[in-house]
């Protein structure tokens, strides 16, 4: 005789055939997204314009981060920060809780090397596509940059982001690749009436931004009034 708790059990199962069907299952979906080959790391390319991912498995981040209510607490040790190409997420980090971090430029996979060391010692490699290059796990990626989007925050006001909670606008900015709420930036102009985004930290940074004066090229913020002020 079968009771109700045997069938809820039994609907809890998960057989090995299963699980291998499911990881197949969303590599065919991942390849439809983002069609090409996933079994080569690009870090042979070296400092390329690519999508971009973070392991917050693999890697744990500060108590500030932690201790944000929209970011999942951690109790392991921190660590750096690190980022991988589109195919070490899918080969070498299935299963984790890993995030998007879209496309950056000048960045090479740190997957492998000593950014993302191996969570067992029983392995003398974290990267599936690098196995045999043990010698990586002592290198850096030394021209790589790193910020708060590899811990899944974003903008100035330096929140969590959470794609199935989001409801503001994110706009790119054209030189940290940084994204930032449209809230946050300001009254925006109308879609299709400017090309790209310099967020004001980098107008800051950057001499030759703050001199261009052009009708091409506005600076600062957009009022409600439609005029461009200075930042």
């Avoid at 080969?91 to 060391?117: A, M, N």
Wanted: charged residues 25%.
């Amino acid at each position: 005789m079968t009771t109700t708790e045997d069938s809820e059990c039994k609907g809890d199962i998960v057989t090995a055939s299963g699980y291998l069907q499911e990881q197949a299952d969303l590599e065919r979906e991942a390849a439809e997204v983002l069609p090409g080959r996933f079994d080569e790391c690009t870090f042979d390319k070296g400092y390329i314009r690519q999508p971009l991912y973070a392991c917050l498995t693999c890697t744990h981040p500060p108590a500030e981060y932690c201790s944000s209510a929209s970011a999942k607490a951690s109790t392991k040790n921190e660590t750096l920060p690190a980022g991988m190409c589109y195919s070490c997420s899918i080969e070498c980090h299935s299963g984790h809780e890993v995030i998007e971090l879209f496309t950056k430029r000048s960045f090479r996979c740190d997957c492998g090397t000593r950014r993302l060391l191996p969570q067992s010692e029983s392995h003398s490699t974290c990267c599936s596509l690098k196995k045999t290059r043990t010698a990586l796990k002592k290198l850096e990626n030394a021209e790589n940059v790193y910020n708060h989007n590899f811990w899944g925050f974003y903008c100035r006001c330096d929140r969590y982001y959470d794609p199935d909670k989001e409801s503001r606008e994110m706009v790119l900015c054209y030189v940290c690749n940084d994204w930032f709420h449209d809230s946050c930036i300001g009254a925006m102009p109308k879609e299709g009436e400017y090309d790209d985004y310099v967020c004001r930290e980098c107008v800051a940074a950057h001499a030759v931004l703050r001199h261009i004066n052009t009708d091409k090229v506005k600076r600062g913020l957009v009022s409600q009034e439609g005029t461009v002020t200075d930042i």
